[in-house]
């Protein structure tokens, strides 16, 4: 498996894994509203989608990092990034490829000096959380969010130390 920048003609595929991902494990309804914007992550050129790719060519899954000017809420200084849209296919889960993306995003935001990495998960999403926690992500309670009535948010942060 090869994790590598995603080709910008391979952004609509990215897209379709996120939501097949997100949709396999009940986080994503089939009407919702969130649809759009998760398969759209990236396709303005803010932030860097990288992608999973198995050894016979196919995507298998992707994960964004949104650096200060791009990235969300969640961000409130310079020296922070935003991890989006971890997804993984269903079919091609339990070969560490979530583990691998993850890493994958801790080193480009290394290379980009963030200090601090942060991200955003639905309460739900226990698999994500163990990862997380594995990585050394820690629980930010007063960085939770509710984007909308009815939706709430965790947050979680690492430290990063660039030059390590």
Same mark, same amino acid.
């Given at each position: 498996?090869?994790?590598?920048? @995603?080709? %910008?003609? *391979? $952004?609509?595929?990215?897209? +379709?894994?996120?939501? @097949? &991902?997100?949709r396999a494990d009940g986080f994503l309804s089939p009407r919702s509203e969130y649809e759009p914007t998760l398969r759209g992550l990236g396709g303005d050129g803010a932030g860097h989608v990288l992608a999973a790719v198995a050894g016979d060519g196919k995507l298998v899954g992707t994960i964004m990092l949104q650096t200060s000017g791009a990235a969300g809420e969640l961000v409130t200084s310079p020296d922070e990034a935003e991890i989006r849209a971890l997804a993984v296919l269903p079919e091609a889960r339990g070969a560490g490829i979530g583990r691998a993306l993850l890493d994958a995003v801790m080193e480009r935001a290394k290379r980009e000096q963030v200090r601090q990495l942060l991200l955003f998960t639905q309460p739900d999403m226990v698999v994500a959380h163990r990862l997380y926690e594995e990585a050394g992500f820690l629980r930010l309670p *007063?960085?939770?969010? +509710? %984007?909308? %009535?009815?939706? +709430? $948010? $965790? &947050?979680y942060g690492l430290t990063l130390d660039p030059d390590a």
């Open positions: 498996m090869e994790i590598r920048d @995603a080709k %910008p003609d *391979e $952004l609509a595929e990215i897209g +379709s894994i996120r939501v @097949a &991902a997100y *007063e960085r939770d969010w +509710s %984007p909308q %009535p009815g939706v +709430s $948010l $965790l &947050a």
